[in-house]
Nanobody, 123 residues
Framework: QVQLVESGGGLVQPGGSLRLSCAASGSMLSIKSMGWYRQAPGKERELVAS???????NYADAVKGRFTISRDNAKNTVYLQMNSLKPEDTAVYYCNADIMSPNAGVLKYINYWGQGTQVTVSS
């Protein structure tokens, strides 16, 4: 069973930094893309940043220049370094990945979600 486990959320003051981590575990053949989404109260879930296996990245306009996504393929882990945090960054952050698992019954990439980690930016 493939699982995504996030860590690193918490409370931080405006202008501060946090680093989120998401580790994929279980029986996996390949991870194509990994990324972070967020959902604020009363709003839809939105893409924050994504990274494919080759290293190409994509960011939401709201976080460009402040957030950096990276991944360690050897550890099946994706990171989100968040700097210059603003109150509007407050949300539950979800890890997302496209993973091919031999236990899925079919050899294709399946989309998985983590359980979410709360990030609160407040003074």
């Amino acid at each position: 069973q493939v699982q995504l486990v996030e860590s690193g959320g918490g409370l931080v003051q405006p202008g501060g930094s946090l680093r989120l981590s998401c580790a994929a575990s279980g029986s996996m053949l390949s991870i194509k893309s990994m990324g972070w989404y967020r959902q604020a109260p009363g709003k839809e879930r939105e893409l924050v940043a994504s990274i494919i296996s080759g290293g190409s990245t994509n960011y939401a306009d709201a976080v460009k220049g402040r957030f950096t996504i990276s991944r360690d393929n050897a550890k099946n882990t994706v990171y989100l370094q968040m700097n210059s945090l603003k109150p509007e960054d407050t949300a539950v952050y979800y890890c997302n990945a496209d993973i091919m698992s031999p236990n899925a019954g079919v050899l294709k990439y399946i989309n998985y979600w983590g359980q979410g980690t709360q990030v609160t930016v407040s003074s």
